[in-house]
């Protein structure tokens, strides 16, 4: 469901840009046009070599207006008419910013028709390619393509209306699956399994237990929730307020990384890890080099690890340990018997508390492994899991699927977004933290995500590293 939302709000971009291009062809075609000429002729300087080249590099600034004044979002319930006032916010601002260039870089350019037709131009094509957009969107809302499966918990008025609503609008992308009088985590559970998407819950102030059970149980499944603002004290920095059947409802977003914000992430990680890949190449040679003549193959340890909303992937990693002590499904009967040891290890000899483990003086490490991980070489090869999605440049730790199992509810916050090679608690204290501090800073970090932060952590992490505190991941 989210991704077909952000697929949507994506295809803004590129169809804005189309259409910024196209009006200020049709307003060239329109001002050479035979009719127009013979109004009035042309007696500015502007052939169409340079003007093409001109129009390509001005729509692209256009979209950086765009952005400023909010015309990108992936909330699904935005209105029509919103967007659109948007839009023309926009484009007046971008007919504004020529005039302005125009004016003060005295251009020899005698063409107000030209600029005033482009604007023109520009409010109507954005506007009917966004309205087409909107209207093969609720195409898709019809074919039951893309709904977010919905339950709705409360016996009131304001429940009913919202249900009612729902149904008769099928157009705002809802499917009601199941509504309850109350919190019932049974039910829930048998519908998260049907793929449950969002709840609204109504009337929370006369129900505060249900609803804080409620908000655990989203939090913990990666469900969206939302319930009806009738004066409910709010719990979470991130809000998101909107209207249904005229009635305010209110969303609890379990993070800022949603719409334009995981899209710029993820554009922000291919770029990254590309350039980190290429930067870091020679230690990638030397390092292959070097463990396949110190203990042979595999180079690459493949370890299992839980990712963004429950997905397992292969977090791979330089080998650092003797064959016979790597667990995993990678090594077979081997694995199995590794897995033992390492248990054994673990009892008595782990410095952390909680669902994590870290082994003092590590007997299973080779010793060119015991190099590479005091300075994290052994996690270069993770910048290829984030060329891939499944990982980030900056985010939670990843953690093996027994360690995620011994969470408790609240820790489960941290699997919301991707994790990182690196983070703000890896930044932070990195593995002299205990877990508890550890989630705490996740969970900070994934409510109040910014472009800004994860450079700040990216800065600060190759210091962190060279002071040998532990490994990042």
Sequence with gaps: MKRFELTFA??????????????????????????TMAIRPVIFNLPWE??????????????????ICGAYSADPNRKLTKELGRVFTACAMGFAAITIYVFFTLQKFDSRFLVLAGWALAVIYVSFARIILRLIKIWFYKMEFGLRKTLIIGEDKVAQEIIDSLKNQPHLGYKIIASLKSFDETKLAELQKQGLNEIIFTNPKNHEEDAI??????????????????????????????TIAGIPVVELRRTRLDGWGRILKRGFDIVGSIFFIILFSP???????VILFETGRPIIYKNERVGQEGAKFFAYKFRSMYQKYCTGSQFGKTGDQALEIEKKLIEEKSEKQGPVYKIKNDPRITPFGRFIRQFSIDEIPQFFNVLKGEMSLVGPRPHQAREVSQY????????NIKPGITGLSQISGRSDLSFDEEARLDIFYIEHWSFFIDLIILLKTPFVVVQKTGSIV
């Design 213 to 242: 059970k409620t908000i655990d149980f989203a939090n913990e499944n990666h469900i969206t929730f939302k319930y009806s603002a009738d004066l409910f004290a709010t719990i979470s920095s991130n809000m998101s307020v909107t």
């Design 50 to 67: 340079k003007f093409w080249p001109l129009l390509l590099a001005v729509s692209l600034g256009w979209l950086a207006i765009f952005a």
């Design 10 to 35: 994506f295809l803004e971009l590129p169809l804005d840009y189309l259409m910024l291009v196209l009006a200020g062809f049709s307003a060239y075609s329109l001002r050479f046009a035979k009719i």
């Design 408 to 415: 408790e509810k609240w820790h489960k916050a941290v699997l």
């Design 283 to 289: 230690f990638l040679l030397l390092s292959t080099i």
